[in-house]
């Protein structure tokens, strides 16, 4: 009886997450493989420049134990407000923003908060879910820093949210960033881009750039990968006191040098966002499921759909490959729905299965051989459709 509970009330979780994230058209986690890269900041000041383009923009501090949104907007005393349903509405900054943070729901704003995973991951969940953030462009997630709990949280909450990781140009920031690409890869988050902050040092004197951090290295890795690099920020004397007193910097001095970087960073977020929808329209990118019975071979009964490989392939390379076993309660949508799969691939489908997955909008691929190892069947995919 119990568990039946337990379900239900589960159920009814995803549900209401589920029609939260519908009104949300792109999610970006900010996040970066080692602290003090100034990534709060990255992601307060993303937030405002993308609402001063009048887009609807939603900023959520998942960083449970050092929460410093609230600070750096200057909104610690406002709080969240109660919709006619009974339900939390997000804090509203100014009329393109809202935010939500763990410090307005605390006693006081020195209270610790000492949660082991499985509390910080229902907390998250609560955060997206059961409060209402109404229709929004943007939901900008500042996570703590490293590959935890939080990020983790956000991505397996949020499967379709897109990594924007923050380094700075010296190396020892450089090799965590390798870490926080390879998390990514793993749990297959779509990296939208680098952005290297901290590069070069405005003189507070003569107003000019000097190179004392070093420059580059963020660009650099981000060839190397072959990710996005997204923009620079240089570290302007000002920007410190602009966050203390909760006048993020876009805002406080939009003429400044390094305004101008967050501005021509939110437009390149802007252009790689809207270009990362269109790779799947058109599918540059596609993530294929294959049903299998062993790592060799395809799967042919659809009663036992219980492990797939996966393959992320952009632009027809194969960039990762997963295998995944489906939890034994879940459904087969509910599943490529979690791994955020647009293709499956499989051999003759019955017609009910074929036409249940397209209506909710995962197109089938059929192999007429069955014996075939699934990664030659990807292979002679992607030549057959280069050659079209």
């Known amino acids: 009886m119990i568990k039946k509970e337990k379900s ?49 923009v939603g900023l959520l501090d998942v960083d449970l134990h050092g929460p410093n949104v609230p600070k750096m907007l200057g909104a610690r005393d406002l709080k969240l407000s109660r919709r006619p349903d009974g339900r939390l509405g997000a804090i509203k900054y100014s009329p393109n923003l809202k935010f939500l943070s763990i410090e307005p ?27 209402d953030w109404g229709e929004l462009d943007y939901l900008v997630i500042d996570s703590p820093p490293g590959t935890g709990d939080e990020p983790l949280t956000v991505a397996k909450t949020i499967p379709d949210a897109y990594a ?6 010296q190396e020892v920031s450089l090799i965590d960033v390798k870490k926080a690409i390879k998390f990514c890869q793993k ?27 070093k420059k580059g290295g963020g660009q650099k ?13 240089p570290v302007d004397p000002r920007i410190v006191d602009t966050g203390d007193a909760g006048k993020p910097i876009i805002a406080a001095y939009p003429e400044g040098v390094t305004a101008k970087a967050f501005e021509e960073l939110v437009r390149n977020i802007i252009v790689a966002t809207e270009e990362m929808k269109k790779d799947i329209l058109e599918e540059r990118f596609m993530r294929i ?17 219980e492990l797939f490989a996966l393959y992320d ?32 691939l499989l051999f003759d489908p019955p017609k009910e299965l074929a036409n249940f997955l397209s209506q909710n ?14 990664d030659n069947l990807i292979e002679e995919y992607l030549r057959e459709k280069q050659l079209h």
């Open 187 to 213: 749990i297959k988050l779509r990296i939208l881009g680098i952005v290297e902050n901290m590069s070069g040092f405005i003189c507070p004197h003569c107003g000019k750039p000097v190179d004392i951090f």
């Open 221 to 233: 890795l981000a060839d190397e990968l072959g990710v996005r690099f997204l923009g620079r920020i």
């Open 313 to 344: 392939i952009e632009n027809n390379k194969i960039l990762v490959k997963d295998v995944v076993k489906k939890a034994e309660n879940q459904g087969l949508i509910d599943f490529l729905k979690d791994q955020v799969v647009t293709h499956i």
């Open 105 to 131: 729901l605390l006693p006081s704003e020195d209270t610790a908060i000492i949660w082991r995973g499985p509390i910080k991951h229902s907390a998250i969940r609560q955060f997206i879910g059961d409060i």
């Open 164 to 169: 924007l990781i923050v380094t700075t140009p």
């Open 361 to 374: 909008e995962i197109k089938v691929l059929v192999t007429d051989t069955s014996t075939e190892p699934p």
């Open 289 to 305: 499921a294959i049903p299998i019975s062993t790592p060799s071979k395809i799967e042919t009964d659809s009663e036992k759909f």
């Open 8 to 56: 239900f009330i589960m159920e009814q979780q995803d549900k209401k997450l589920r029609e939260q994230l519908a009104k949300i058209k792109h999610k970006i986690l900010v996040m970066s493989g080692k602290g003090g890269v100034g990534k709060s900041t990255v992601a307060v000041n993303v937030a405002i420049g993308l609402s001063l383009q009048d887009f609807m």
